[in-house]
Nanobody, 126 residues
Framework: QVQLVESGGGLVQAGDSLRLSCAAS????????MGWFRQAPGKEREFVAG????????YHADSVKGRFTISRDNPKNTVYLQMNSLKPEDTAVYYC???????????????????WGQGTLVTVSS
């Protein structure tokens, strides 16, 4: 079973940048599509970005498109979320997830994520 640990969250000001990391252990994530989700207080969980197994396909939600970039380093068993031009509405707990069913691992968007990290808090002040 794969374990996922997010890091890199923190308190920043609007316009700043952060890079979140998701380090995997227990097994290699190279066959898996991966994703980043976020959940703000009182709101539903939102799918922010996804990446296929090779990194050749990515998906970004409209709310973050042009500002956030998902990437992966399979030899390092790590997935990243580069967040630029942060806004107060980006404040949330950010979760990394893996889709361990490889049937759709070539998709960046249409996956069922079944392994989750504990989350890292990102707070953006205005």
């Amino acid at each position: 079973q794969v374990q996922l640990v997010e890091s890199g969250g923190g308190l920043v000001q609007a316009g700043d940048s952060l890079r979140l990391s998701c380090a995997a252990s227990g097994r290699t994530i190279s066959p898996y599509a991966m994703g980043w989700f976020r959940q703000a207080p009182g709101k539903e969980r939102e799918f922010v970005a996804g990446i296929n197994w090779s990194g050749g396909r990515t998906y970004h939600a409209d709310s973050v498109k042009g500002r956030f970039t998902i990437s992966r380093d399979n030899p390092k068993n790590t997935v990243y979320l580069q967040m630029n031009s942060l806004k107060p509405e980006d404040t949330a707990v950010y979760y990394c997830a893996a889709a361990t069913d490889t049937s759709y691992s070539d998709s960046a968007k249409f996956n069922t994520f079944d392994a989750w990290g504990q989350g890292t808090l990102v707070t953006v002040s205005s």
